[in-house]
T-cell receptor, first 115, second 115 residues
Framework: AQSVTQPDIHITVSEGASLELRCNYSYGATPYLFWYVQSPGQGLQLLLKYFSGDTLVQGIKGFEAEFKRSQSSFNLRKPSVHWSDAAEYFCAVGTASFGNEKLTFGTGTRLTIIP | DADVTQTPRNRITKTGKRIMLECSQTKGHDRMYWYRQDPGLGLRLIYYSFDVKDINKGEISDGYSVSRQAQAKFSLSLESAIPNQTALYFC??????????????FGPGTRLTVL
């Protein structure tokens, strides 16, 4: 069975600083990987996804993530954060054989932005 | 208008009561899902449905039941609510046949409190 680990429960970053959120997955085959963001009081919004091809994927709001098979990682990055990026971020893995009908989510990383 | 709607948005109920959470979507997707979110645990899958005649248990289905009344509607029921079912519940949809977007789209969530 697949699993996802987000080792950082809470990260605080200064506005304008760079950001990297970590995600490690466990899955026997080629994974489908996703990053979602949940703003306070909101549902989840897809930031980006990786299915195949280029291992560096670009998403919305200036985010990118890099798939590293050798490290079983799919870390999310942003070169310069904005106060509006404060939210909770979830990494998820889906089974590749049937699409993402059984997404497994990590426990999330809460991002705080300080002025 | 939102593509995935959930009603109610907030609900407080008492132990032992039956409660139904409803999800409607206008995306025309065949697949629908129910998750619960608990602090520190991320999202966990309760039930999912690939079409009107197909319903499957997720990882935490005990104490819950679902009904897929139509392609656009998927309801979650708690037959006899208990306090540890207090959580944020999300409905999601997906349409892998679309090819380019094998992605789940989430509703805004229902916050349920069981006293």
């Amino acid at each position: 069975a697949q699993s996802v680990t987000q080792p950082d429960i809470h990260i605080t970053v200064s506005e304008g600083a760079s950001l990297e959120l970590r995600c490690n997955y466990s899955y026997g085959a080629t994974p489908y990987l996703f990053w979602y963001v949940q703003s306070p009081g909101q549902g989840l919004q897809l930031l980006l996804k990786y299915f195949s091809g280029d291992t560096l994927v670009q998403g919305i709001k200036g985010f990118e993530a890099e798939f590293k098979r050798s490290q079983s990682s799919f870390n999310l990055r942003k070169p310069s954060v904005h106060w509006s990026d404060a939210a909770e971020y979830f990494c998820a893995v889906g089974t590749a054989s049937f699409g993402n009908e059984k997404l497994t989510f990590g426990t999330g990383t809460r991002l705080t932005i300080i002025p | 208008d939102a593509d995935v709607t959930q009603t109610p948005r907030n609900r407080i109920t008492k132990t032992g009561k039956r409660i139904m959470l409803e999800c409607s979507q206008t995306k025309g997707h065949d697949r629908m899902y129910w998750y619960r979110q608990d602090p520190g645990l991320g999202l966990r899958l309760i039930y999912y449905s690939f079409d009107v005649k197909d319903i499957n248990k997720g990882e935490i289905s005990d104490g819950y039941s679902v009904s897929r009344q139509a392609q656009a509607k998927f309801s979650l029921s708690l037959e006899s609510a208990i306090p540890n079912q207090t959580a944020l519940y999300f409905c999601a949809t997906s349409d892998p046949s679309s090819g380019s977007t094998d992605t789940q789209y989430f509703g805004p969530g229902t916050r349920l409190t069981v006293l």
